[in-house]
């Protein structure tokens, strides 16, 4: 089903930027536009390219932040 995929591609995700050493909110928050270039270039699919900056993952992990 959808969600099971869609719950797949997150860990897959999740995966791999803990390989690139990203673990926590804090360190997504702080992420620069030249850091999610560096994340894009390293990421192996093409699916998950350009998320960081279209989703504003900085931007979301300090909402998520502020609400803690």
Known sequence: ALVDEMRSNIAKLEAELNEMGVHTYAQ?????????????????????RGRGLRDDWPGQAKALLAEV
């Open 28 to 48: 997504i928050a702080g992420l620069t536009p030249e850091n999610l270039a560096w994340i894009d270039a390293r990421l192996s699919a093409a699916t998950f």
